[in-house]
């Protein structure tokens, strides 16, 4: 009789456990979350390829002006990064002691041979000498004349200025007031003022993406904030500069905007890449730190794993086994479970700006 009661009362107990799962189950089927839903799009964002640089005058039109003789730097006219007009002073020189003493034995060379000259000439009226060593005797005059001439040009007879054979831009300055320098020795360097470029390093793997006349946004690292100023690549180098590691790339820099030696951050637009594009929020990660994207067909979330392909500003190309005619939950996706109902609190046709 006992056995009998407490069986009857562990049946009554078990179909009211099972109710209780089965109204809990039954709510748990019906809770849903409030989300925003965009629609799919499909289009293609830039792939931009980030680096940074210096500005500098193109070197294929900088010119340098070097000391035409060993000389004293009596004074520099200019200043670094200075804009001059054609024929402005831009340096002046003394000749140095070593340069004086040529140039007067240049002088004492000549007088030599024009006495000389003279008595060859006296020596041929009394037929004491011939024409040949007359001829011998102007040709001595002629290189000592030459000789002389050379350095009085080059400035050894006294101080020199040197003046500016451009309008041109001051984009270095190797010496200083009272230095000596030895002929052929750089004083400064000077360009063109619209031939300066950007010239940034990229990696080979991103160096193997660009191609010449690729467009590139430049924004000053210490300028304000603003629209980024407009340039395209002409140069990609086709070798690695053992000193950085990185391939060398001059971008063209718009007129009057920009000084050397003024560093620039350039995004480059290597190519165009195609698929669904969807705003940055839409994107989740799993446990295992996998992209997955929730779209919500028949207003029950369905997560879809997906592969990023790019992202530029704020928007992301994604690939995946998407529903093409299915909406993405764009916010609340986060509290989202598979099977989970939804509520749309708005919609958005458009998934970013195109």
Request: aromatic letters at 2%.
């Amino acid at each position: 009789m006992m056995t009998r009661n407490y069986t009857t009362l562990r049946l009554i107990f078990s179909l009211v456990v099972l109710g209780v799962v089965g109204r809990a189950a039954a709510r748990a089927a019906d809770v849903s979350a409030l989300v925003v839903e965009t629609q799919l799009r499909h289009g293609a964002l830039p792939h931009r390829i980030d680096a940074y640089g210096v500005v500098a005058a193109d070197p294929a039109v900088e010119q340098a002006v070097m000391a035409p003789v060993a000389a004293s730097v009596r004074a520099i006219e200019v200043r670094l990064g200075q804009n001059v007009v054609k024929g402005a002073p831009l340096i002046e020189l003394a000749p140095s002691p070593a340069t004086s003493a040529r140039y007067a034995q240049a002088q004492s060379a000549l007088r030599a041979a024009l006495a000389g000259e003279a008595r060859t000439k006296a020596l041929v009226g009394q037929y004491l000498a011939t024409r040949q060593d007359l001829a011998n005797a102007q040709k001595v005059v002629q290189d000592a004349r030459a000789n002389l001439d050379a350095l009085r040009a080059v400035g050894a007879g006294g101080a020199r200025t040197l003046r500016a054979p451009f309008a041109a831009t001051v984009t270095m300055l190797s010496t200083r007031v009272g230095s000596l320098v030895q002929e052929g020795a750089p004083l400064l360097t000077i360009a063109p003022p619209a031939s300066l470029v950007l010239r940034v390093g990229v990696t080979p793997a991103d160096a193997a993406q660009i191609r010449l006349g690729a467009p590139a946004a430049l924004t000053p690292v210490s300028g304000a904030a603003g629209a980024p100023l407009s340039g395209h690549v002409v140069m990609r180098g086709a070798v690695v500069d053992p000193s950085t590691g990185l391939v060398p790339v001059e971008i063209s820099l718009p007129p009057n905007q920009l000084f050397p030696g003024e560093t620039v951050r350039a995004a480059i637009t290597a190519r165009t890449v195609s698929g669904i594009i969807v705003p940055h929020a839409a994107l989740l990660l799993d446990t295992k730190g996998r992209p997955y994207v929730v779209q919500a067909p028949h207003g029950r979330a369905r997560l879809v794993p997906v592969e990023v392909l790019n992202s530029d500003q704020g928007q992301d190309v994604i690939k995946g086994p998407l529903d093409p005619k299915a909406p993405i939950v764009l916010a609340g996706n986060y509290q989202l479970k598979a099977g989970m109902r939804v509520r749309v609190a708005s919609s958005s046709s458009v998934a970013g700006p195109r």
